[in-house]
Nanobody, 123 residues
Framework: QVQLVESGGGLVQPGGSLRLSCAAS????????MGWYRHAPGKQRELVAF???????DYTDSVKGRFTISRDNAKNTVYLQMNSLKPEDTAVYYC?????????????????WGQGTQVTVSS
């Protein structure tokens, strides 16, 4: 099993920044890719960004140029740096992991999920 623990959410004003962290533990040798999903009330859950073991990344169009996903393999941690935040970024953000990148490429459902962290962008 793989355990994922997110941190770093909170309330921020429009135009502000937040950095989410996700610490992985357990059978992490299985993991090839990790990503962040978000779910806002009344909206469908969407993939925000993912990163492979080789640090290949991809982003949903609405966050390109504003969000950056990165990983520290020594710490088994993935980060999501969020800049120029907008009210429409408000959602619960979930860290995820899977043994295959195709799950993310096809916008599927990864095997492992964290508990989620709330991000609220409001003045």
């Amino acid at each position: 099993q793989v355990q994922l623990v997110e941190s770093g959410g909170g309330l921020v004003q429009p135009g502000g920044s937040l950095r989410l962290s996700c610490a992985a533990s357990g059978s992490i040798f299985k993991i090839y890719a990790m990503g962040w999903y978000r779910h806002a009330p009344g909206k469908q859950r969407e993939l925000v960004a993912f990163i492979t073991r080789d640090s290949v990344t991809d982003y949903t169009d609405s966050v390109k140029g504003r969000f950056t996903i990165s990983r520290d393999n020594a710490k088994n941690t993935v980060y999501l740096q969020m800049n120029s935040l907008k009210p429409e970024d408000t959602a619960v953000y979930y860290c995820t992991a899977d043994t295959a990148v195709i799950v993310y490429s096809l916008r599927g459902v990864p095997d492992y999920w964290g508990q989620g962290t709330q991000v609220t962008v409001s003045s």
